[in-house]
Each structure stands twice: as C-alpha cells, then as structure tokens.
C-alpha cells in the first residue's frame, strides 16, 4: 500500500487528476484508501487548496482556508464551582447540640442533688433513718427533725417536716408517709434476710424464698430432697428446721407488723389418708409460731395461724413434689 507522503506519488496524483481521473480510480490505483486519502487533505488544507480544485475539495467537507479564517470561532468556557465543607453547618450538623443539651441538664440535676444531700446535717440523717426504720416507736418517743436542724428554715405555705413527724400534717399526707415507711421496711427486712443468707447460712439458700404479696412480704421455708423442715409424719421442727425459724426471727423480731402463719404439705397420704393432712398442716404451723416466739418474736404480732393441707401447692405440676411441704410467713404492711 502506497503512503500518501511520498512527493512523487503525490505528483503522480495531481497530474491524473488534471487528466481528468476520478479520485477513486486514483485511489484504486495506487491502493489508496480513500478515507486516507481524505484525512491527508485535512491535515495540509493549504497545498491541497492549491493542488485539487474547491469544488473537489468541498464534496469531501472541507473549508478553504480563507473561510476557516472568516468564522468565528466559539469558546465554551466552562466553570467548575467548589463547595467548601463545613463543621456542622446546614440543617443536618444540630443534633449533637440536642443531645449536648440534655447530658448538661442531667449533670446540673445530678450535681445539685448532691449539694442538696450534702447541706443536710448529719443529725437530720439520723433522725431520717430512725423514723423510717420503726416511725411509730420515733414518734411516740417525742422525736423530731426540728431538733436534730440547727437553723429549720420554715415553710409558711407548706407542711414543715416537724409537722409531718408530729402528726400536725393533713390525715392523706400523714398515710402518704406510713406507707412510704411500711414500704421502706419491708424492702430492707427482705434485703437483710438475703444478705444473712447469703453470708452466714449458705447451706440454707434454695430453702428459703421471698415474694412480695399484696399485704407486704412472704417469706416461704420449703423442704428439698433430703433437706425437710420436719422428719416424715411429725409435727415438731428438726434441728435445721429451728435453724431457719432462728434466723428468721433475728430479722422479725424489731419490727411491729402483723404476721400469719400457713402450713403446707404436699398430697401425699399421711397416716393412710389425705384428710391428715389438714390436721397436720395446722399442727406444723402451730409449732412455727412457736419457735418464732422462742426466739424473741412478740406473740402479739401474729395474727393467724392457718393450715391448708395440700390446697395450695407450691408446684402445681407435681403435687408429690417435696417443695409443697412449707411453712410461709406473711409480714403484712
């Protein structure tokens, strides 16, 4: 294939084509594409405007140079613009103020319950912690927090704690407070009795359950396999028995409230019939008070003695189960 570069091939070409060839036999010729051939008047406008004439030149799409010159030519001038970025600007960069806002007002009302706890005089603790442990008792001995505050600032358009402690305040605010102290009581009895068992009779956890129930806590010593409160058919407590209404009693004995006592056993035939078992569900309950009492707890407290054979059980899948055989204990508010 001849190149289109060579002078004596392009000398070649102008003299045939002012013979009056056609430019494709030229090209067929001298095996030269045409689209070459083309692209070679492109790139030298100014000898081929001399050598072919215009009107050949323009079949082909090309411009003379002088027209090149009289258009004029367009610039697109493109701009590219930038966005800065910014620190938390626009309308997605405020909700960590939000949150800021709140973890401040929590520290503010954070630290301002302690300065708060911390401005109350030790005295004032005390009498706090006495009224709250048996209120009955701190009232009827003449006790109160005006003695205990070196500077009492009064409250002339409210109830003043001195009022509150002796008894002036309104009767639905003076209920409000004894049963915020019988709450208070009760959760400290569970509390104590779970750390006494937890600490100091070890051996005993799993055999003794606590639950709070309408009228305050229930406290239930329930058998385990191999671990009974009573040996088989008898109605006095084993030693490990009294072991728990001991420890028991340690924790009851300072607190006034009412108690019950209930018998359960479970629905195994007792002496060859079930009916027995009413009368020794009564009979064990019994001999519980009777220990308690033993062991410091007024008889005063106890409100009821009861036995429910084996009505009740604890497992009610599985009557013969031997944690149906309990003494519960109800500390009533």
């Avoid at 003379?64 to 938390?88: R, V, Y």
């Amino acid at each position: 294939m001849a190149t289109i570069n060579d002078p004596k091939l392009i000398n070649k070409i102008v003299l045939q084509y002012h013979q009056g060839d056609s430019i494709e036999k030229i090209c067929d010729q001298y095996s030269i594409q045409q689209d070459q051939f083309e692209f070679w008047l492109h790139q030298h406008k100014a000898h081929a405007w001399r050598i072919f004439s215009p009107d050949f030149l323009k079949s082909l799409g090309g411009r003379s140079p002088e027209e090149e010159e009289a258009t004029p030519q367009i610039i697109q001038q493109i701009i590219i613009k930038k966005k800065k970025g910014g620190h938390g600007g626009g309308h997605h960069g405020g909700s960590w103020k939000v949150a800021y806002a709140d973890f401040v007002t929590a520290m503010m009302a954070f630290f301002l319950l302690m300065w708060l706890i911390n401005m109350v005089p030790a005295e004032t603790k005390g009498g706090l912690s006495e009224y709250f442990t048996d209120p009955e008792k701190f009232l009827a001995s003449g006790g109160s927090l005006a003695t205990a505050t070196s500077n009492p600032m009064p409250d002339p358009n409210g109830v003043s704690a001195q009022d509150a402690l002796m008894g002036n305040a309104s009767p639905d605010a003076m209920n409000d407070i004894q049963k915020m102290a019988q709450r208070a009581k009760i959760s400290m009895l569970a509390e104590n009795i779970r750390r006494d068992v937890n600490e100091k009779f070890n051996h005993l956890k799993g055999q003794i359950l606590m639950e709070p129930v309408g009228d305050g806590l229930r406290i239930q010593i329930l058998d385990r396999d191999n671990l009974a409160l009573f040996d088989p058919g008898s109605t006095e407590l084993n030693k490990r028995g009294r072991q728990m209404v001991r420890m028991l009693s340690e924790n009851i004995k300072g607190l006034s409230n009412k108690l019950i006592v209930e018998g359960h056993t479970d629905a195994s035939a007792f002496r060859g019939s079930r009916s027995k078992n009413w009368d020794l569900s009564v009979l064990r309950a019994v001999a519980a008070r009777q220990e308690f009492e033993k062991n410091g707890v007024d008889k005063s407290y106890f409100e009821k003695v009861v036995g429910y054979a084996d009505t009740q059980p604890y497992n009610p899948q599985n009557l013969l189960d031997p944690m149906n055989r309990r003494i519960s204990i109800i500390v009533r508010k």
